[in-house]
């Protein structure tokens, strides 16, 4: 018990030092491993949220804005493409399956997707991972002139949405309430959540959205984008070559996985700057352990002193520092998993409203424990230098002046 | 018990000068035999008892304690030592005051051959009649019950040799005489050496064997003319 209450009655003589330096800890910890695992998953979800489908098949344009505003439901459209350019694509040998969609109106800001009812029966957004329905609903019709609608579970809790409401959309992917539709569609389910941007759609029938009353017709067959699976991954680059580089109206974005891959590329620097800031945070919190320990050395040097006359040995002494060092770091440590939690619910929502990715935050990450141990290492470490400066403690001299 | 030869120590000066404090020839002391030494201030008599509880390391001779030679001993040897044999009532107490009073004995203890025997700490303590301030801190006794917790924590641990550096010297007269009775009182049971450092001739007046530490320290002796 000796270590042990020396260590807990110097944290408690000191106890301002100790809560503002854990704090420290605590605040570069939570920081280290939210901006780690905010990375890691979301890198992850966006991935796999992408895995669905193969490619994306949209106007000439970007092939990240393609993607974002196909499968993502970000971004405006970068344009149209003609109805015959998704039935040819359909009915190409190499394609699997090919689900167009039609953006342009929202319900209070959360995107209406005119789409076909294959898009539920037809795809797995995972092996064996249908889309389904929240007990009570249905998909709508499969009549194209019938104004249902399916509401994603995120934008329908935000909305308040029930299976037998109606709503009037809006026009534009913004919105605004002058802009109504005068059309009136009836909510027939909503998806159970699918925890990918789809839960932030309201979906109707694709023919419901391209004939939306104030839309030019010209344009009431055209789609926004063809969702495509592929019979195999070699048909891409064939299909690349046809489209990106042999012709240059239309834009083929695949593969998907490599397209959002370069978005993270692009937003690395973000990645970085803020795990630079935790690794400096972490270190400030280091030396702060060292300062603040060492700065109480003089205070506490008479105790040193008497625990040496008491027979404490040397080592026990500078034992006894680097441990305290190193408790404050599990102190800190302990509070940085609360700052931890707290960050990443915050980022998690916000990430959540914005793309419709959600990052698990009760998920286990290996992060979760080197961080931490990194950390209590880091404050051990800066332990030792107020430790030395224990141990050489001179003990005659200390406890009184030789009479 | 304790044996000394030749013990000598030496300080330099603020002028740069090596100043000799401690020169003890020979001085011994059997197992359960109580001696007071009388010593004015700065006559070194308290870098004596460092030299023997090897707190201060002695430039040359041998202090002997139950056999051991401390003045033979690495630093770690002598910790052991001091724990093992040696019980230290220093003048100003030196009581660790952000410890409980059984906090301070027990952690005394700690180092020692018997380890922390909370149980023992506490009949100690109530023995000294601070049996109802075990959970109090140093700050909150009087002058007279810290230097109890003093003798209680350099007694517990039933050491063979006990060294006490003037401890009545911040204590009234009532209270000096019950701690002094306590400390040989103690001493007397386990049959441990005392050597007793003072200035205070009304205590060293209790003691049936007195030495003169002037008389046995050649350092503060005059050099002859």
């Not at chain 1, 891959?261 to 800031?277: P, Q, T, Y």
């Not at chain 2, 019980?87 to 020692?112: A, D, K, P, R």
Request: glycine residues 8%.
């Amino acid at each position: 018990m000796t270590l042990p209450l020396i260590i807990y009655r110097s944290l408690r003589q000191h106890a301002l030092s100790t809560v503002v330096t854990a704090g420290s800890i605590a605040l570069a910890c939570g920081l280290l491993m939210s901006v780690w695992t905010v990375k890691t998953q979301s890198q992850a979800a966006f991935a796999s949220t992408g895995s669905a489908f193969d490619a994306v098949l949209g106007a000439r344009g970007s092939k990240l804005q393609l993607v974002l505003n196909a499968i993502f439901h970000l971004e405006a459209s970068p344009g149209n493409l003609a109805y015959s350019d998704y039935e040819f694509i359909k009915r190409h040998p190499a394609v699997k399956t090919a689900i167009p969609i039609a953006v342009g109106d929202n319900l209070r800001g959360y995107r209406l997707v005119g789409t076909l009812p294959e898009l539920f029966t037809d795809v797995e957004l995972a092996p064996g991972k249908k889309i389904t329905l929240q007990p009570g609903g249905r998909f709508f019709s499969a009549d194209p002139t019938v104004k249902e609608a399916v509401a994603g579970s995120f934008a329908a809790e935000k909305l308040g949405l029930k299976a037998g409401d109606t709503f009037h959309p809006f026009h534009g992917l913004t919105y605004d309430e002058k802009n109504q539709h005068a059309e009136t569609y009836a909510v027939t389910g909503i998806l159970a959540p699918t925890n990918t941007p789809m839960d932030r759609v309201i979906w109707i029938p694709l023919r419901g959205l391209q004939t939306m009353s104030g839309h030019d017709p010209r344009a009431a067959t055209d789609v926004s984008a063809v969702l495509i699976q592929l019979r195999a991954p070699t048909a891409g680059f064939m299909l690349d070559l046809m489209y990106n580089k042999q012709g240059n109206r239309l834009t083929f974005a695949y593969p998907v996985g490599t397209i959002i891959a370069e978005l993270f590329s692009k937003i690395s620097w973000f990645d970085r700057v803020l795990e630079l800031v935790a690794y400096l945070v972490a270190l400030v919190a280091a030396g702060s352990v060292l300062a603040s320990i060492y700065n109480s050395m003089s205070a506490r040097q008479r105790d040193l002193a008497i625990l040496r006359a008491l027979g404490a040995k040397r080592r026990t002494i500078f034992g006894a520092v680097v441990s305290e060092a190193a408790v404050i770091g599990v102190l800190g440590a302990l509070a940085g998993y609360v700052v931890y939690f707290v960050l990443l619910t915050v980022v998690a929502g916000v990430i959540r409203t914005q793309t419709g990715v959600v990052l698990e935050v009760w998920r286990w990450q290996p992060v979760l424990a080197f961080c931490p141990l990194g950390m209590i290492g880091l404050c051990a470490l800066g332990g030792v230098v107020p430790a030395f400066k224990a141990y050489r403690t001179p003990v005659a001299e200390t406890l009184a002046p030789v009479s | 018990m304790l044996a000394v030869a030749d013990l000598r120590k030496s300080f330099r000066s603020p002028e740069g000068e090596r100043v000799e404090i401690v020169n003890v020839a020979t001085f011994a002391l059997a197992a359960g035999e109580q001696v007071a030494l009388r010593g004015e201030s700065g006559s070194g008599k308290t870098t004596f008892l460092h030299l023997i509880a090897g707190i201060l390391a002695a430039d040359g001779g041998r202090v002997t304690i139950d056999g051991a030679e401390m003045t033979a001993l690495s630093e770690s040897q002598r910790d052991r030592l001091r724990a093992e044999k040696l019980g230290y009532i220093f003048q100003t107490f030196n009581l660790l005051q952000g410890y409980t009073v059984l906090e301070n004995v027990v952690l005394g203890m700690s180092f020692g051959p018997r380890g922390a025997d909370r149980a023992h700490a506490q009949a100690m303590l109530g023995r000294m009649g601070l049996g109802h301030r075990l959970d109090h801190f140093p700050r909150q006794l009087s002058t007279g019950q810290q230097q109890r917790v003093a003798v209680a924590r350099a007694l517990a641990n039933r050491p063979k040799l006990v060294l006490a550096d003037e401890p009545t010297g911040n204590l009234d007269r009532r209270h000096a005489r019950e701690a002094l009775g306590l400390i040989r009182e103690v001493c007397r049971e386990n049959n441990a050496a005392l050597l007793l450092v003072s200035h205070d001739e009304e205590v060293l007046a209790q003691f049936e064997q007195r030495r003169d530490f002037a008389v046995i320290n050649e350092a503060m002796k005059e050099p002859a003319r």
